[in-house]
């Protein structure tokens, strides 16, 4: 491990907004000592007066990297309360030193796995949820941050009416997530192939724009990432697609044919590992 890391790793430590759980905290042995099981962590429940200044409704970005999205979003909205997840130290880094150092009292960041986030969010405690630039996964369903796994997941934890926010370079993922919400009768609230493509005003009357506001379109094309803009300057196509997951019962797996999409998509990164060169960690 590199001395950079190391010397992130260390200060990660004096961060004030930055959680990092270790794995005691949220796994405990089953009953008969024959596995584990997930736990709840002391912060479920209490993010507004353990992490926030204020109450208000709260945000969570999944793998949100560097955090550049968590931070431009909180700056946008102040009256909201966002958490960056994501499980590489040296990636929080970056955005937790820039909030710690900007003195924002609206961000948070957890170090963790996706597949830990009920231990960390009570029922109801999350608004929204985004997916920026998620690994697509294409020989994995189950692996898919969109997959009725994890959708299941997200609605322990969103409130009634949550909405789910994908954005993403992968046109697999996005036709993926798509026939997901559509499977399932799920509320669509905006869908595009390419968001820098499309009129921003046709954005502005749909069912987003009534639900979320003008200001979330406008953060749509004002908010990027390391990421995005890597891609853009490649020549690809970002895509858009935010659904509300309410449904009871079990999500269903749709008919979604996952060889011609990867074809139509061509060679792609493995997870960590990324389109035009190694991204600095």
């Known amino acids: 491990m590199g001395h950079g890391k190391l010397k992130k790793f260390k200060e990660n430590e004096t961060f004030k907004c930055l959680l990092q759980p270790d794995a005691a905290s949220v796994m405990d042995k089953t009953e008969d000592n024959s596995g584990l099981v997930l736990k709840d962590h002391p912060i479920k429940g209490q993010w507004a007066s353990e992490m926030f200044a204020a109450a208000n409704p709260l945000v969570v970005e999944l793998g949100c990297g560097k955090g550049e999205y968590t931070i431009d979003l909180a700056r946008r909205n102040p009256d909201f309360n966002y958490v960056g997840v994501d499980i590489k130290g040296a990636r929080l880094w970056k955005g937790a030193k820039e909030a710690t150092e900007t003195a924002m009292p609206n961000v948070a960041f957890l170090r963790t796995r996706v597949e830990f986030i009920e231990a960390f969010f009570a029922p109801s405690e999350v608004s929204e949820i985004w997916l920026t630039f998620s690994d697509p996964q294409m020989k994995s369903e189950n692996c898919r941050l969109t997959s009725p796994l994890f959708l299941k997941r997200y609605r322990n934890i969103l409130k009634k009416g949550g909405i789910i926010h994908l954005k993403t370079d992968s046109m697999f993922l996005h036709q993926y997530s798509k026939a997901i919400a559509e499977q399932n009768g799920l509320r669509i609230l905006a869908c595009t192939e390419d968001l820098y493509g499309t009129d921003r005003q046709s954005l502005y009357e749909s069912e987003m724009a009534s639900v979320c506001g003008k200001d979330a379109i406008d953060a749509l094309f004002g908010v990027r990432t390391f990421y995005e803009n890597m891609f853009l300057s490649q020549g690809y196509k970002i895509t858009y697609l935010s659904f509300v997951i309410d449904k009871d019962g ?32």
Do not use: L, N, Q
């Not at 079990?250 to 060889?259: H, L």
């Not at 061509?266 to 997870?271: E, N, Q, T």
């Open 250 to 281: 079990d999500y269903i797996y749709p008919e979604f044919d996952a060889k011609y999409w990867r074809e139509v998509e061509g060679p792609r990164r493995s997870f960590g590992h990324h389109r035009g060169g190694t991204p600095e960690e």
